[in-house]
């Protein structure tokens, strides 16, 4: 290959990537306008086009954001931060006309957290296997994503900036090789969320035809303008700014610095945070579906208006990256207790639960009652509700983990498989003890399913994989086998049934 041959001729001008692999990437490409000082709580506003050649050959910076919560769990990462930060990373395996499928990525992290560029991400072997076009997203996190005050801020240009790079992707993704009307976007935790907000918006459905949802957290809807507003409220006075007309105080937050709404942020989270809840302040604002039961039935009726077909899964132990660590090991037991009561309504949950673990701690209960509430008895509902629609609809469980971990099948842990990008997860304390052959299989195994559905619609490929109905929930289930499973949960028993 030559430099020519990593010329992409956009509407809005020319860029020149970098070889990756067997790919060629495309690196801190803008899709908006940088969202700096008076664009700062603005929405995304369209690109300007410029002349000569764009030099796409190295990241940008990722946006403003504390560390991650989850950081040990997950390994760490370093990247510079800045507020011009709405870019995408565009891997492909050759410029040409061969309109190939595509995949975007929103990235988890509790809209507080991550970017679309980390190495985490990299589509490069998606790229190469799949021979497709994948797009990983930046968008803008925290107060500067997800703020609420009328005036100012709706609550919704995280998700606005998502928007944005899916339209800039449907304009301009066949100058990289790909094609327009075959886009599935792909979302974990609360990228999978944002799909499902987007779902019910009507502006959104020429914009992608599959969703893959990956642990998405479906039972902590998006929050109402009152809980937003709290939240709003409660950070504003960490930062020192008292109430005062819109116009003032927004040129107040339009000169705060980052660092200074980094560190109101973290103040926020920590004095907000409640026993057992793994709730962010931040989230997006939609009064309408701010209930569980609204959000579910909204996202699966939207994907079904939009034809959009759906994978939908979660890991087996999600809450063990939140709670499997040294402050939790000795929890106040009754603590424990009233977070049970207060989650399921019944005093004997914790005794249901106890008899299902049989030995375990009180961590561990927590850790399943967490899990199923926020991930996977919501997700099921969506399930449910998404294939009576008539969506197609297909639902996986990852189970698998290395021998004797203590965070299991914990929220994050597919990443690495779905990616191929275990290197890029060699710090990771979830992949400790892991072996590597195991890994490698079950990775190209579910990999080879999600390219599946990418290309063709359909995971299935040389393992049966049923779509998804109420009356056999057939699930796929990822463990130290691989194969269909009904009836996911046992849900017959528990306080959900």
């Not at 003032?248 to 409640?274: D, F, H």
């Not at 463990?479 to 009904?486: K, M, Y």
Request: aromatic letters at 10%; proline letters at 7%.
């Amino acid at each position: 290959m030559t430099e020519k041959d990593f010329l992409a001729n956009t509407s809005l001008g020319v860029l020149q990537g970098i070889k990756s692999g067997t790919v060629i990437q495309f690196r801190g490409v803008p899709y908006a306008k940088p969202p700096v000082k008076d664009l700062r709580f603005a929405p995304p506003q369209e690109m300007s086009s410029w002349t000569g050649i764009r030099l796409a050959r190295e990241h940008g910076p990722i946006p403003p954001q504390p560390p991650s919560r989850l950081s040990s769990v997950l390994g760490d990462f370093s990247r510079p931060q800045d507020e011009d930060c709405l870019t995408l990373t565009i891997s492909t395996p050759a410029i040409d006309k061969k309109a190939r499928p595509v995949l975007v990525f929103l990235h988890g992290g509790g809209y507080l957290t991550g970017a679309g560029s980390l190495d985490w991400y990299d589509g490069s072997t998606l790229a190469h296997e799949g021979d497709l076009v994948v797009v990983g997203v930046n968008y803008r996190l925290g107060v500067l994503g997800f703020l609420y005050q009328p005036g100012i801020s709706d609550g919704q240009l995280g998700i606005q900036d998502m928007i944005a790079a899916l339209e800039w992707v449907k304009d301009n993704i066949a100058d990289f090789g790909g094609d327009p009307n075959q886009i599935t976007v792909m979302g974990q935790s609360g990228g999978g969320q944002a799909i499902m907000c987007m779902l019910t918006m009507p502006e959104t459905r020429r914009l992608f035809q599959r969703a893959i949802l990956q642990s998405t957290p479906v039972g902590a809807p998006p929050f109402s303008k009152a809980t937003a507003l709290e939240y709003g409220n409660q950070f504003l006075s960490l930062l020192g700014i008292k109430t005062r007309p819109a116009r003032e105080l927004i040129q107040r937050l339009k000169t705060e610095t980052p660092a200074n709404l980094i560190m109101a942020t973290g103040k926020l989270v920590r004095s907000t945070a409640s026993f057992g809840d793994v709730t962010p302040p931040f989230m997006p604002v939609f009064e309408d579906i701010s209930t569980q039961e609204h959000f579910i039935q909204a996202a699966a009726d939207g994907a079904a208006t939009a034809r959009v077909e759906v994978i939908i899964g979660t890991n087996g132990q999600e809450a063990n990256a939140y709670f499997n660590v040294l402050s939790m090991q000795k929890p106040d037991l009754n603590l424990v207790s009233q977070r049970f009561l207060t989650l399921t309504g019944r005093g004997d949950a914790i005794d249901l639960y106890r008899q299902r673990r049989p030995g375990g701690t009180a961590v561990d209960l927590l850790s399943d009652l967490t899990t199923d509430h926020y991930f996977l008895f919501p997700s099921l509902k969506f399930a449910d509700a998404a294939s009576k629609a008539g969506v197609r609809t297909w639902v996986y469980q990852f189970d698998w983990s290395p021998p004797n971990s203590p965070f299991k099948a914990c929220h994050c842990i597919e990443l690495p498989f779905v990616f191929g990008t275990l290197s890029a997860w060699n710090s990771a304390p979830m992949l400790n003890g892991a072996d590597s052959s195991v890994v490698k299989d079950l990775s190209a195994a579910i990999r080879h399913m999600w390219l599946a559905f990418v290309k063709k619609g359909n995971p299935e490929l040389n393992i049966p994989w049923p779509q998804y109905r109420s009356d056999s929930r057939q699930t796929m289930q990822f463990g130290d086998t691989v194969g269909p499973v009904g009836d996911l949960g046992g849900l017959t028993w528990r306080y959900h049934a």
